[in-house]
């Protein structure tokens, strides 16, 4: 539980940390674009994309292995997508062929790709919850959906429910790995067995994970209605967001990235 990364804050006096929150959002949702510009077998744009991660990591003073350990919590679902395309694609010159199932140069690629761009991905925005606090994540985004209040859309609340919801991702992580412990030091087995049995050996575990969470929720929607909480009505912030030239930086840094990917994509095409 612990290397789950996503969703905690790490402090720091860094470059990073002091952006304005809502230039670092946009920044991550371009570094997301770049990823998926990058096309099939064309993996010099993910290296330019894993340069990009490098080097942001570098300006936030975040050591970089509490950024891979992001990975971590999203092994299982990347690796099921890299063996579904190793042994369900069937173009390509085969290497291998059992039973029903084909191995092909071209599913090793996919494989390959689809592993890198989930991973880089998760590392990007394991970077943008690492140096952004949940409070200025929720600013940032409800001052981007700004205008959609002209259409009567809850952005305040919307905002608000991203912001407890990445604020209570250390803590149920924590309450997880607490209940796993008191559940193994009275004799419970999580990883003897096979898959279906592990699965049922969770059960004692999700339910009293479930009934603390609407705990939880019961007592922080009391503690908002005791201190008279009315949403975005005549509702102040104590800081003010203000751009700086470290915003202009990173978004020249990005547009590099964007611009650097799609020219990667047109010199492979020019050299094939």
Not at 135 to 146: N, R, W
Not at 239 to 262: C, E, Q
């Amino acid at each position: 539980m612990k290397d789950v990364t996503f969703g905690q804050y790490y402090p720091a006096k860094s470059f990073v940390h002091n952006m304005d929150a809502r230039i670092k959002i946009l920044i991550a949702i371009a570094y997301i674009v770049a990823v998926f510009l990058v096309k099939p077998f064309h993996f010099l744009g993910f290296l330019a994309c894993f340069v990009f991660v490098l080097i942001a990591t570098a300006f936030a003073r975040v050591p970089f292995g509490r950024v891979l350990k992001s990975i971590k919590g999203i092994l299982f679902f990347v690796i099921f997508s890299a063996v579904l395309q190793i042994f369900f694609n069937q173009g390509g010159t085969e290497l291998v062929s059992w039973w029903i199932f084909r191995i092909t140069d071209e599913g090793l690629y996919n494989a390959g790709f689809i592993f890198l761009r989930i991973a880089l991905i998760v590392l990007g925005a394991s970077l943008l919850t690492l140096t952004t606090a949940p409070v200025e994540i929720a600013d940032g985004i409800e001052s981007l959906l700004y205008p959609l209040k002209w259409i009567k859309f809850p952005v305040h609340e919307f905002a608000l429910i991203m912001s407890i919801a990445l604020r209570f991702i250390p803590t149920l992580l924590e309450e997880t790995d607490r209940i796993i412990k008191a559940q193994k030091s009275r004799g419970a087995d999580f990883e003897s067995g096979n898959v279906f049995k592990r699965a049922k050996a969770l059960i004692p575990v999700l339910i009293p994970l479930l009934i603390g969470s609407f705990r939880r929720a019961e007592e922080l929607a009391d503690a908002m209605d005791a201190r008279c909480y009315a949403g975005s009505k005549n509702r102040t912030r104590y800081k003010k967001m203000k751009m700086s030239y470290r915003d202009l930086i990173g978004v020249l840094f990005i547009a590099g990235l964007i611009t650097g990917v799609v020219l990667l994509n047109g010199f492979y095409i020019f050299m094939v």
